[in-house]
């Protein structure tokens, strides 16, 4: 029972979390995010106010009791660290205590998705490059990475590289179906950058190629497939091929 009218329980509301797991908050697992909450005291009495954050991971519309893990006990708002949540639902609980004139809990809820960050996949040296003619250039996508993750931990990543002429267009459809080709030999004019047709080069985050392969005062387009579970993810650079010894030139 409260003492009197003057007292009543604060109303406490969390401000960003859905309510139901269909409506679950969405927050990539590599994203820093906080929760926030309004807490009104309605009392004028002296109180003292205490505050305990309770999250535990479910996959039903679960909110009622006081199961989970302490968080933390100390403000009315939560700082989500990144990677610091697996992935998966969960439903966040929020609890003000009053004591002193008034003793009483109130406490609101909500549910959390976290989810995979889309990779993110990057050839060095950025988006054009000039190379000279029968010279060895290699593709540098070893900086590609999954932001879930630490940046130095390439688990469970792969690559496949690609090459067109910059004239050509990409063939329709997955390209992780085209057949694969040799960027070492020039073909027999069937296409792609070695005369070989466009199909797959490289399985590996870096490709070497012999630009001798090449028809000089052209520009090719090189194109990086970095995969991991079900995302993927890709990038382009582009090259030109020139008679001589040019410098190094990069555009971003």
């Known amino acids: 029972m409260l003492a009197d009218s003057k007292c009543k329980p604060p109303t406490v509301k969390l401000l960003q979390l859905g309510k ?23 009392c004028t009495e002296d ?21 989970g893990e302490v968080v933390n006990n100390k403000t009315a708002e939560w700082s989500i660290k990144r990677r610091s949540l697996s992935y998966g639902f969960y439903v966040v609980r929020f609890f003000t205590q009053v ?13 959390l998705n976290i989810t995979k960050t889309l990779l993110e996949a990057r050839i060095a040296g950025g988006s054009r490059l000039v190379r000279g003619f029968n010279k060895l250039h290699t593709f540098d996508a070893s900086l590609s990475r999954d932001p879930d993750v630490e940046s130095s ?17 990409w063939p ?36 070497t190629i012999n630009t001798g392969n090449m028809i000089e005062n052209q520009e ?33």
């Open 153 to 169: 931990d390439k688990t469970g990543l792969s690559f496949a590289w690609f090459c067109r002429k910059l004239q050509e267009s």
């Open 20 to 42: 139901t797991l269909k409506s679950a908050t969405v927050l990539p697992r590599s994203k820093n995010y906080i929760v926030q909450t309004s807490v009104k005291t309605n």
């Open 99 to 111: 004591t002193g004139y008034l003793n009483v809990t109130s406490s609101d809820f909500g549910f």
């Open 220 to 252: 090719y387009v090189f194109k990086v497939l970095v995969m991991k579970d079900y995302r993927r993810s890709d990038a382009e650079q582009v090259i030109r091929v020139v008679l001589g010894d040019p410098p190094v030139i990069v555009i971003r």
């Open 47 to 67: 109180i003292k106010m205490t505050f305990l954050w309770k999250v535990f991971q479910s996959y039903r519309e679960t909110a009622s009791g006081t199961q």
């Open 172 to 207: 329709e459809g997955d390209l992780l179906t085209l057949p694969s080709v040799s960027s070492l030999t020039n073909g027999n004019n069937a296409g792609g950058c070695f005369g070989t047709g466009i199909g797959r080069l490289s399985a590996k985050s870096n490709l």
